[in-house]
């Protein structure tokens, strides 16, 4: 399951990273639209890194592997952004029982873009919070885990670094976040969750 995951998103960032070099050699624009103002909005597709530690006591980490989307509108273009983010991993063989987990995160909020002038790197910082949602044979095995399992409090913390392009595609180098679900474990009701992202971002 978890190489047909990556396999999958491997093959998608492929299929974008050619489809925006193509771009590149037909069309060498700045970084503004056809109007010279900032995109107004924007969609990132890439492949996602997770480290969690959901088993409750210790550390008890292991790794997610999977994807993410995330949808930007500009209020204040090359400024400020309001942003909708979905991000699912998948990991097998957590803890010794070999538990399956599946953890997906809807968050929304606000986004920073400190001005960059003519520069091809876009560095920003964002807050996201919403809900989470994990399933798998972790969520079964676990009474206390399987009270809120369908939706418990998330929130995505941190930023990344863009470098366009042109006026259509960027590349999303980087993005580091921290991300806090609160499902119930029995213990602390908390998961510290880092989450490591790259990919491609389209302009409209």
């Not at 960032?13 to 909005?41: D, F, H, I, K, Y």
Request: glycine share 14%.
């Amino acid at each position: 399951m978890r190489l047909r995951i990556k396999t999958t998103f491997a093959a998608l960032l492929t299929v974008a990273a050619l489809s925006a070099v193509t771009a590149v050699a037909q069309n060498p624009t700045p970084a503004a639209n056809a109007s010279g103002m900032p995109s107004r909005a924007e969609l990132a597709l890439g492949y996602t890194y997770l480290h969690s530690n959901a088993p409750p006591g210790g550390c008890g980490c292991f790794n997610l592997n999977g994807g993410s989307a995330d949808f930007a509108w500009a209020i204040k273009p090359g400024r400020w952004d309001v942003v909708g983010d979905v991000v699912g991993g998948y990991a097998s063989g957590v803890s010794a029982a070999g538990y399956g987990l599946t953890l997906t995160a809807f968050t929304g909020g606000v986004r920073y873009l400190p001005p960059m002038g003519h520069s091809s790197f876009q560095p920003f910082g964002q807050v996201l919070a919403g809900v989470a949602h994990s399933s798998g044979t972790l969520v079964r095995g676990s009474q206390s885990a399987t009270t809120n399992a369908g939706a418990a409090f998330a929130a995505n913390i941190g930023g990344g670094l863009d470098l366009r392009v042109n006026h259509r595609f960027s590349a999303r180098l980087a993005e580091a976040d921290y991300l806090l679900t609160t499902f119930d474990n029995g213990t602390n009701n908390h998961q510290n969750n880092l989450r490591i992202s790259a990919g491609v971002v389209i302009h409209f």
